[in-house]
């Protein structure tokens, strides 16, 4: 047995979680809908998953402390747009807690879910089918109603507190081709 598999462990701490749990890349979503007035709302997620294919769910997590989730909750629909790496905008204007969302944006009204937004790599429209209490946030099962494939490129990914690493670097440059894999990570 090594030295390290005796060590006892530390308990996790909430930067110690981040820090850790940081080096698994996940996609980057914004969850929409609307609230109680029917006005559009919305909030960036990278916490979302597809649970099953029959009968067809996926999930994502909402922090309690969120203003949006709520208003969502309420609705009964959501609609997961996942974003191109492109789409850094998206995030800076949903992840923030200040200003309005929907402001200047083109954006469509969904029959099936939320808003739908420009220029993402897919949609799906869901109804709220269970919600699970987790400690600080809300594990959202949804049952999928419809989906829209939008639109053809790379995906927003988050790592180690960075968005969009799937970005080529602009030191590299390549005559022969794609890049390797390898060369996205940074």
Known sequence: MSAAASAPLEPPTP???RHALGHFATGVTVV??????GEPV???CQSFASVS???PLV??????RGRTWPLIRESGRF?????SHHQRELVDRFGSSAGKRFDGLAWERSVAGGPSLPGVLVRVHAEVEQVHVAGDHDVVIGRVVGLDDATAGRP??????????TERRTSATRDDGPEPLDDYWG
């Open 53 to 55: 294919l029959d009968p």
């Open 32 to 37: 929409t809908g609307y609230d109680p007035d």
């Open 156 to 165: 927003m990914l988050f790592y180690r507190g960075r968005f969009s690493v």
């Open 42 to 44: 919305g909030f960036a």
């Open 15 to 17: 930067t110690r979680m």
């Open 79 to 83: 609609t997961v747009n996942v974003l």
């Open 59 to 64: 999930l994502f997590c909402a922090d309690h």
